[in-house]
């Protein structure tokens, strides 16, 4: 991934664990503006429970559900990946596409089997997804 900066990709998205691991820092809004400054046009660290954290030049966003759900985390991260380039190809601001990419992710930890989503978990959490300005650091 520390290389892979380097070449310049319009997004990267790695776990709060990677992102420390590559930037040397464990505080995430930080460590994601370290790794735009190193290449990423766009950084999107998936926090765990804690939701997702966006950082690009347009502005840095965190994102969570209202509630914890319990489930299987396996493809959570691949779909919150398929959730932000499914918003790219729709030409969705920076905030819809980290939403999507979090409801999707957590449709995925509900979903039964391992890789798939759950479309209901999906179709509720989408509209309850709070977005909001990140921090500065």
């Known amino acids: 991934l520390r290389r892979g900066l380097a070449a310049r990709p319009d997004l990267v998205k790695p776990n709060a664990d990677e992102l420390a691991g590559i930037t040397g820092t ?72 980290l939403a999507r990419a979090v409801a999707l992710s957590a449709a995925t930890v509900r979903a039964p089997v391992a890789g798939e989503f759950d479309e209901r978990t999906y179709a509720r959490m989408l509209p309850s997804v709070r977005v909001r300005g990140a921090e500065t650091a």
Do not use: F, K
Not at 27 to 54: F, I, K, N, Y
Not at 64 to 85: F, Q
């Open 26 to 97: 464990a505080e995430p809004l930080r460590a994601a503006r370290a790794a735009r400054r190193r290449g990423a046009r766009a950084v999107a660290a998936s926090l765990g429970a804690d939701g997702m954290l966006l950082v690009t030049q347009d502005g840095a966003w965190s994102a969570a559900v209202p509630e914890r759900l319990a489930g299987n985390p396996t493809g959570a991260g691949d779909s919150a990946v398929a959730g932000l380039l499914s918003g790219l190809a729709e030409d969705l601001p920076w905030p819809e596409r």
